[in-house]
Nanobody
Framework: QVQLVESGGGLVQAGASLRLSCAAS????????MGWFRQAPGKEREFVAA????????YYADSVKGRFTISGDDAKNTVYLQMNSLKPEDTAVYYC????WGGGPSVIQTYKYWGQGTQVTVSS
């Protein structure tokens, strides 16, 4: 069992930056895929970014590529999502997720463990 706790959300203006954190209850970096998803009101949850520690590979949705960066701190069992040049359309609840097995990194069903989410609101 893995518990995930997100933090770092907030209200910012367009063009600003935020860094989200996801603290895991146990070490996941060596074998897990860690992902970030988001869900805006009235919309389905969508993939944002993911990292496979085994191959040190990262994946991004086209909508955030070049603006968001996923990274991790092994010693702290924490995954980060650095979000730059934020846009109003980035407004959503952001969820951290962990997968102990293979599967498409952008596929929701790949992930077994989910955090409770953190709200990000970007004003224009």
């Amino acid at each position: 069992q893995v518990q995930l706790v997100e933090s770092g959300g907030g209200l910012v203006q367009a063009g600003a930056s935020l860094r989200l954190s996801c603290a895991a209850s146990r070490r996941t970096f060596s074998t897990y895929t860690m992902g970030w998803f988001r869900q805006a009101p009235g919309k389905e949850r969508e993939f944002v970014a993911a990292v496979r520690w085994s191959g040190d590979s990262t994946y991004y949705a086209d909508s955030v590529k070049g603006r968001f960066t996923i990274s991790g701190d092994d010693a702290k069992n924490t995954v980060y999502l650095q979000m730059n040049s934020l846009k109003p359309e980035d407004t959503a609840v952001y969820y951290c997720a962990a997968s102990p097995w293979g599967g498409g990194p952008s596929v929701i069903q790949t992930y077994k463990y989910w955090g409770q989410g953190t709200q990000v609101t970007v004003s224009s």
